[in-house]
Every structure is written in C-alpha cells, then in structure tokens.
C-alpha cells in the first residue's frame, strides 16, 4: 500500500510558478514509477508527466513540455512538479499517483492515488 498526499497549489498570475509535491508513505516508494494528472472542471482527467522508479525516464504532456519538471528524492519519498510559465489553462486540480508497472501516460495504469491539490491561474 502506499499513501500519496499533495501539497503546494494555490493561485498564481498567468506567467508565474509553483512547485507541487506528493508525499508517500511506505518503504518501497522507490520502486514505483510517479505520474502527475490534472483535471479541470468539466474535463476528463489529463496526463501532466511521469518519471521512472530511478529518476532516469521521464515523459511530459505536450502541453506542458519546456515549462514543467517532474523529478523525485527517493531519500524523501516525494515526487515534485515543478510548473513555470504558467498559464490559465493550466488551472486544475493535480493529483499524483504511483505505479508498479512503470512510467507511463495512462491514468489507469496507476493503482495509487492522491487526493488533488488545486491549481489556479488567473489572467
């Protein structure tokens, strides 16, 4: 089992940064792959990043490549999401979300989730 709790959201002008993070209970957070998903109201939930168990894959929505950054302290047991030029179509709620299967974009590859933290980017 493993518990994922996030932290770091807020609201933030268009153009500026916030660095999420999804703290995880339990020994074995280094064997997981992370992923970061958001959901905006009245959207399906989106693929944001992943990174591998080790830190050495990582994978990025479209959207999002050249302004996020996903990394992870395993000494910690938490993964970040580090989100520059923010825009307001950013504006959603992040949740993380652990994988034994490794990195991947696929919400349902994931079996643990996180509550969310909101994410708010004015214009």
């Known amino acids: 089992q493993v518990q994922l709790v996030e932290s770091g959201g807020g609201l933030v002008q268009a153009g500026g940064s916030l660095r999420l993070s999804c703290a995880a209970s339990g020994r074995t957070f280094s064997s997981y792959a992370m992923g970061w998903f958001r959901q905006a109201p009245g959207k399906e939930r989106e693929f944001v990043a992943t990174?591998?168990?080790?830190?050495?894959?990582?994978d990025y929505a479209d959207s999002v490549k050249g302004r996020f950054t996903i990394s992870r302290v395993n000494a910690k047991n938490t993964v970040y999401l580090q989100m520059n030029s923010l825009k307001p179509e950013d504006t959603a709620v992040y949740s993380c979300?652990?994988?034994?299967?490794?990195?991947?974009?696929?919400?349902?590859?994931?079996?643990?989730w996180g509550q969310g933290t909101q994410v708010t980017v004015s214009s």
């Open positions: 979300a652990a994988s034994s299967r490794g990195a991947d974009n696929r919400p349902n590859v994931y079996a643990y």
């Open positions: 990174i591998s168990w080790g830190g050495g894959v990582t």
